[in-house]
């Protein structure tokens, strides 16, 4: 079931009321900071409030696990549109303990796509492209996970040297920040 038409019926009310005029912003981050973090749903309110971020203030940038998973991919052109067009000077890498990533293995999503019925020789097809084990893979520590990503960040050639890097762990319940040393 698809829940499409409601969608399109909230939105329908929602510009008729104007109700997106309070979240006027613009596209240029107004703390000059990028986040990335994980696309976990625990975290699509939590992280902002927490962080005490409003709309316009920071640029988000979520994906399964908030790692890097290619240095030249498209986290770090994200990363570089955000340092050269939009203004950013730090960077905060936001990880969460219980992260569905940690001990996430391939073979597991490789079985789950072919109950779905996935054609295995597609699977063969995309193992003969890229390293699929390692590109499905999720990690076995999320503090070393959030680690070697600002690091990653860090240490990247086309990021400048004045950009500052943090790695953080948050409680996905509470919001609770710990740093993570780099």
């Not at 986040?35 to 975290?43: F, G, H, P």
């Not at 770090?76 to 549109?81: A, P």
Request: charge should be negative; include cysteine.
């Amino acid at each position: 079931m698809s829940i499409i038409n409601d969608i399109l019926e909230f939105n329908k009310v929602f510009v008729e009321k104007e109700e997106y005029k309070h979240y006027e912003a613009s596209k240029f981050p107004i703390k000059k900071v990028a986040v990335l973090t994980c696309m976990d749903t625990r975290l699509t309110l939590l992280l902002p409030a927490a962080l005490g971020f409003k709309n316009g203030d920071v640029k988000i940038i979520k994906n399964a696990g908030g790692v890097i998973s290619h240095p030249y991919g498209s986290v770090i052109r994200s990363l570089l549109v955000c340092i050269y067009e939009l203004g950013i000077k730090e960077i905060l890498v936001i990880g969460h303990y219980d992260c569905g990533m940690q001990n996430l293995q391939s073979d597991k999503i490789t079985d789950k796509m072919l109950k779905a019925g996935i054609d295995p020789q597609a699977i063969e097809k995309v193992r003969s492209e890229i390293d699929y084990d390692t590109w499905l893979k999720g990690f076995d520590c999320v503090e070393k996970s959030v680690r070697d990503t600002a690091a990653l960040i860090k240490n990247h050639p086309l990021i400048p040297s004045d950009i500052q890097v943090h790695a953080l762990l948050m409680d996905p319940e509470t919001g609770r920040l710990d740093r993570v040393a780099l």
